[in-house]
């Protein structure tokens, strides 16, 4: 497997199905050199690796030979690698319960990592090729081998913004609570004033065309408030007593009857009555009506 490793760094070797106790100390010997004196090679076996209860965060390159990778086995690695830190591993792929090519991308994702590399082909030797394939009971499958990042930051991690408003609120946030417990429970304390919720346009005298409204039966004017300001109550009793003095009667004949009375007179089809006397209508008009 094409891995980097570089002087200093925390290496977590894991060992799989193919690992032997012949070749297994010429692959250390190996990445301790390229660690140095500064760095370290830790060996585990991936049956063992979740029971070995390493400290989070306490190697830099975990690498891992061939073996199936369950859920759990990933979820360690991601753990005691330091953020930012990388893992090599390969594992065969195909039918029946092994992962397809997707499945394995898939899994280091949802173990935490990221910019998961596309899979690549890896050729063993013959003798281990013999041993992985007794280890599996089957010769149906592709070894890939593929690397992954985990994220320069722990899972829960948690860093203060900076915010350039922060101030501001801070300042306003002073402003609004300046009142004391005892003042919000005092009644004669005012907390808004009600002249601040009115802009120029509130303070403006509407104008009384505005306020008609047209509705189905044509044009209409609104009811005036009781305390009515705006003019609109000093409109309606203009109109109606303009409405009083044009049923006044004032030809002078409407005691006479209906033969002397104007299309407009308030008596129409009222009987004759003396002037200055209520009128009133028999019962007897009223039972002959019915």
Same mark, same amino acid.
């Not at 990221?114 to 992985?132: D, F, H, Y």
């Not at 005036?224 to 109606?240: F, I, M, R, Y």
């Given at each position: 497997?094409?891995?980097?490793?570089?002087?200093?760094? #925390?290496?977590?070797?894991?060992?799989?199905?193919? =690992?032997?106790?012949?070749?297994?100390?010429?692959?250390?010997?190996?990445?301790?050199?390229?660690?140095?004196?500064?760095?370290?090679?830790?060996?585990?076996?991936?049956?063992?690796?979740? @029971?070995?209860?390493?400290?989070?965060?306490?190697?830099?390159?975990?690498?891992?030979?061939?073996?199936?990778?369950?859920?759990?086995?990933? $979820?360690? $690695?991601?753990?005691?690698?330091?953020? !930012?830190? #990388? @893992?090599?591993?390969?594992?065969?792929?195909?039918?029946?319960?092994?992962?397809?090519?997707?499945?394995?991308?898939?899994?280091?994702?949802?173990? !935490?990592? $990221?910019?998961?590399?596309?899979? !690549?082909?890896?050729? &063993?030797?013959? #003798?281990?090729?013999?041993?992985?394939?007794?280890?599996?009971?089957?010769?149906?499958?592709?070894?890939?081998? &593929? =690397?992954?990042?985990?994220?320069?930051?722990?899972?829960?991690?948690?860093?203060?913004?900076?915010?350039?408003?922060? +101030?501001?609120?801070?300042?306003?946030?002073?402003?609004?609570?300046?009142?004391?417990?005892?003042?919000?429970?005092?009644?004669?304390?005012?907390?808004?004033?009600?002249?601040?919720?009115?802009?120029?346009?509130? &303070? +403006?005298?509407?104008?009384?065309?505005? &306020?008609?409204?047209?509705?189905?039966?044509?044009?209409?004017?609104?009811?005036?408030?009781?305390?009515?300001?705006?003019?609109?109550?000093?409109?309606?009793?203009?109109?109606?007593? +303009? +409405?009083?003095?044009?049923? @006044?009667?004032?030809? !002078?004949?409407?005691?006479?009857?209906?033969?002397? #009375?104007?299309?407009?007179?308030?008596?129409?089809?009222?009987?004759?009555?003396?002037?200055?006397?209520?009128?009133? $209508?028999?019962?007897?008009?009223?039972?002959?009506?019915?």
């Amino acid at each position: 497997m094409d891995t980097v490793v570089k002087s200093g760094e #925390r290496v977590l070797l894991i060992t799989g199905l193919t =690992s032997t106790s012949c070749d297994l100390p010429s692959l250390v010997n190996k990445l301790m050199e390229k660690t140095g004196t500064d760095g370290k090679v830790q060996v585990e076996h991936v049956d063992r690796l979740c @029971t070995s209860k390493h400290d989070m965060a306490s190697f830099d390159v975990a690498i891992s030979g061939p073996s199936v990778h369950q859920s759990d086995v990933l $979820i360690e $690695i991601a753990r005691v690698l330091k953020p !930012g830190g #990388r @893992t090599y591993l390969c594992e065969p792929v195909g039918a029946g319960q092994l992962k397809m090519p997707e499945g394995l991308q898939s899994a280091l994702k949802l173990a !935490g990592f $990221i910019n998961v590399s596309q899979p !690549g082909n890896l050729t &063993l030797p013959e #003798r281990e090729v013999t041993a992985l394939t007794n280890s599996l009971g089957t010769s149906s499958y592709s070894l890939l081998q &593929l =690397s992954a990042d985990k994220p320069a930051y722990e899972v829960g991690a948690a860093k203060q913004l900076k915010l350039s408003f922060v +101030k501001k609120i801070e300042e306003n946030t002073a402003q609004v609570w300046s009142l004391s417990a005892n003042d919000m429970m005092d009644d004669d304390v005012d907390l808004i004033d009600d002249d601040d919720l009115l802009d120029e346009d509130d &303070l +403006k005298k509407p104008d009384p065309a505005s &306020l008609r409204v047209e509705g189905a039966e044509g044009p209409k004017k609104k009811k005036a408030c009781k305390n009515c300001t705006c003019g609109l109550a000093d409109e309606l009793d203009n109109e109606a007593d +303009k +409405k009083q003095q044009q049923s @006044t009667p004032s030809c !002078g004949n409407c005691y006479l009857g209906d033969a002397f #009375r104007c299309a407009s007179c308030p008596y129409l089809g009222m009987p004759a009555f003396k002037p200055g006397e209520t009128v009133v $209508i028999p019962d007897a008009h009223l039972a002959t009506a019915e």
